[in-house]
């Protein structure tokens, strides 16, 4: 028998209706990421505008070429642990999101929430998890681009299930390349509908990075929040009521 999903419509109804009265909760909670999207905004607009600069002047241009390259190749190595670092900021504030689902009780601390993947319950396995995930995305995007997409989308909810596992009081021991296996398989017939999720918040993403990044305020959480509803829909309680069985280890 098929299960029924909830619409993209639905699940934004649930998130409005969580936040009805507790904005002020998830804004404080998202404020890290967020303040650093609207500071990437900010650096993003005055970046374009120093490439119109440089490329009115040719010259300028041609003389800098290699201390630009230089420059960029930097970047992008100190630039790395940073964003490694915020990312599991990112899942410790969406484990709180799916906890405030489940219970619809909004007393918690944020930054403790936001810090959760801190701990030693969480954070070796949400580490392990995501480097291995990352690891076998990068391996299929050798071959071609596509299949890392669409492994992307497969190992997604690979990082809530190692979360229900971990909360699951009858499972013993988490196996983390299991994790990507139970993800892969949880998302069987529903990665596109997570790619149309995140397409239908292209919209406000315009409007709040037009807004210099203010509207991210309110937008991230939103989005965060519906990801993490899109994951209980999908996986409901069968990883924290029901004991991990054996699969065979295979996240190719």
């Known amino acids: 028998m098929d299960i029924e999903h909830q619409s993209r419509a639905s699940l934004k109804r649930t998130v409005k209706k969580l936040f009805s009265g507790h904005w002020g909760k998830a804004v404080t909670l998202n404020l890290i990421p967020t303040i650093l999207s609207i500071l990437s905004v900010i650096v993003i607009g005055a970046f374009v505008l120093f490439l119109i600069v440089l490329f009115a002047d040719t010259s300028t241009m041609t003389s800098n070429s290699a201390f630009s390259d230089s420059s960029v190749s930097s970047n992008n190595f100190t630039s790395y642990i940073p964003s490694f670092i915020l990312g599991l900021i990112t899942v410790g504030i969406n484990f709180t999101f799916l906890d405030w689902l489940r219970s619809k009780d909004a007393n918690f601390k944020t930054l403790q929430g936001a810090f959760s993947v801190f701990s030693k319950r969480y954070f070796l396995g ?28 497969a190992y997604s909810q690979a990082l809530y299930i190692f979360k229900d596992l971990t909360d ?3 499972q013993e021991e988490v196996n983390y390349l299991d994790c990507l296996t139970k993800s892969r398989a949880l998302m069987k017939g529903h990665k596109f509908r997570l790619f149309v999720l995140k397409l239908s918040f292209l919209g ?9 990044g203010i509207g991210y305020l309110w937008l991230t959480p939103y989005k965060n929040a519906t990801y993490m509803a899109f994951y209980k829909d999908l996986a409901g309680n069968q990883f924290l009521q029901t004991p991990s069985t054996d699969i065979p280890v295979e996240v190719a």
């Open 126 to 153: 949400v580490f392990l998890t995501r480097i291995l995930g990352r690891l076998f995305i990068f391996l299929w995007t050798l071959l071609l681009i596509i299949p890392g997409i669409i492994k992307a989308y």
């Open 204 to 212: 406000w993403d315009i409007l709040a990075t037009l807004s210099l």
């Open 168 to 170: 699951n009081p009858q």
